[in-house]
């Protein structure tokens, strides 16, 4: 019983890890580029919806924020790749990676600046309520967590699978030029996506502000999200998740079962053991290359 | 505007331009070594600081900036030569060895981690790099036997030949100590860059393709590249760490990975110099900010609040600055600038402008 307990709790956990991988797979699957700031995009949804929610701030009722805050990470993910990633449209990797952390460090600081350095909670319908499932315990945010991480990870696969824009936003990412030629907007379609991509931050710092609580620096969880988007490999959607759950149901077993110390490390041991051995993802997409 | 004739073939592979860009250069290191009669102690301590990032961003530079492998995690190996370097002295050995194996031993740790990261590319290896700098944090508290854990440990002067140089009692000759390594290190760096290794880097960074194609091994240019650039690393967190005086496994955090990374950029990838205009901003970000700090609250009559993570935004402004403006970072505004004047009035607008480029995936799938 004492397990099936930490499974949950993993599960809910793992589906927030879940939620910013898919954010890191989105951007990459789309752009080829990495967004190094999706974790602090999360702080930065769950404060917006905490500014909106919350009495001590806005105090509009919840289901109303809802769609606020979501459409301001849209808005906002959309103007970050309309006036600095675009600019950077065709260059490597790298330069990518290093711009989106000095993103991050600014967000922390403006989210720093606005809402302060303490921990804030989202007030919401679902807190402090539960289901007991049998002699489980089970929080009602954990479940609609998972509910909504297993949909949300759904749709976007589909999406990227089944619709005109996903195919041409996965052609547009693989090579730009080849994209133009048929005739995909490449600069139109990277701009949607980086919307998309706020939205999902959005999502994933809402759930995460509900089950416990934020501050500016929460956005460093996005280091294990890596871990999660890597496992899953860059490329794949339901990688992402599963990933993301793998690493979230490892974490709390580990600190059970394993002497504190090591615990933590679990994550990071199977990151680079997963980057060693396969080094492009348990689900991987990359071939040698040939000339 | 100056005409450089070349009159020898030697001319193309010497370190120097000419006599002018040679004493350029010895007149800013004379400055530099009489710096401790012109400058007070905390300014000589900042320099200090100044050189020792220098150090590091050289060593970055050397991975990053020419061989193209861009790494987060370059703070667990100024802790490796940090404790390295302790741990030597607490055994009794020398400083002038002690220094050295530090150094060495980094660059043993660097290959081990050169071997697995050799597949990977582009943001895997940033990465695990990133992964590794995490995981250092609890090694150090792992091995606590060597490195003190959490306590940390104490390191105050030593010894040179009979002189005890310590970064609060002989801060000139501890300035001294690091501007030595600085130009070592500098002097190191521009042989290297001449050499067919240093010609494999730069292929390498280039396009791994081609380089193979034309000759180089990849595998094993990648790992020497590793092994320079931590053993570099190394000596600089050995200093880092006699700076410091005290520290701990928090001392060498993720933070300075990002930080040492983002410092070469805003430097300049590529270029010796950018190492170094690198580590001014960094070293004197935090004095000059404090200074305006002061200057807008006498000025506007605020109170003058500290301001958490102020020093990071500002540099993350700057860092998202260099990156949309001068991908080149100062050292390529610098040669902007200096070709301008060469070249006057005959500089056109378009000099520097780079090719258009269209990113390809690797993926297939």
Known sequence: MDNAQLLISGLANGCVYGLIALGFVLIYKATEAVNFAQGDFMMLGAFVTIGLTNTEYMGLPFWLALPISLGIMAVFGYLVDRLIIRRLFGESQTAVVILTIAMGFVIRFVAGLIWGHEPHTLQNPLAGKDIRFGGLVLGLEDVAVIVVTVLLTWSLYVFFNKTKLGLAMQGASQNQLAAYYMGIPVKRVQGLIWALAGVVAGIAGILFAAKGSVDPTTGLLGIKAFAAAVIGGFGSLPGALAGGLIVGVIEPFASRYIAAGYSQIAPYALLLAVLIFRPHGLFSQVRIKKV | ?365
């Open chain 2, 1 to 365: 505007m100056r005409i450089v004739f070349k009159t020898d073939y030697m001319q193309d592979i010497r370190p120097w331009k000419d006599g002018y860009q040679l004493s350029l250069y010895m007149i800013l290191l004379a400055a530099v070594i009489a710096a401790p009669w012109w400058l007070d102690d905390f300014y000589l301590g900042e320099l200090t600081n100044v050189l020792i990032w220098a150090i590091a961003g050289l060593g970055l530079m050397i991975l990053t900036g020419h061989t193209g492998q861009a790494s987060l995690g370059h703070a667990a190996f100024l802790a490796v030569g940090c404790y390295a370097n302790v741990a030597l002295i607490e055994a009794g050995v020398p400083f002038l060895i002690a220094f050295p194996v530090a150094g060495l031993l980094t660059g043993i740790a660097g290959v081990t981690v050169a071997i697995p990261a050799l597949r990977l590319h582009g943001i895997y290896l940033a990465i695990f790099t990133l992964a590794l700098s995490v995981l250092m944090d609890d090694i150090i508290v792992l091995a606590e036997p060597i490195t003190g854990g959490v306590a940390g440990k104490y390191l105050g002067g030593v010894d040179i030949l009979g002189l005890t140089v310590d970064r609060w009692g002989t801060p000139e000759l501890f300035f001294w100590l690091v501007l030595a390594v600085a130009v070592l290190v500098t002097l190191g760096y521009i042989n290297l860059l001449r050499t067919p290794l240093g010609r494999s880097f730069i292929a390498v960074r280039d396009s791994e393709v081609s380089a193979q194609a034309m000759g180089v091994d990849i595998s094993r240019t990648k790992t020497i590249s590793f092994a320079l650039s931590c053993a570099v690393t190394g000596w600089a967190g050995a200093l880092m760490g006699m700076y410091a005086g005290a520290f701990n496994n928090e001392t060498f955090n993720v933070l300075i990975s990002i930080q040492l990374l983002m410092m070469i950029v805003i430097g300049g990838l590529g270029s010796i110099h950018g190492a170094f205009l690198g580590a001014i901003v960094i070293g004197f970000l935090p004095q000059f900010l404090s200074i305006s700090k002061e200057y807008v609250g006498a000025v506007f009559g605020g109170s003058t609040v500290a301001i958490p993570g102020l020093e990071f935004g500002i540099f993350g402004i700057i860092l998202i600055a260099f990156i949309l403006f001068e991908p080149m970072g100062m050292y390529g505004r610098w040669l902007k600038i200096r070709t301008w004047f060469e070249l006057f009035p005959f500089y056109r607008k378009d000099m520097f402008k780079r090719q258009k480029s269209y990113l390809k995936t690797e993926r297939l799938r």
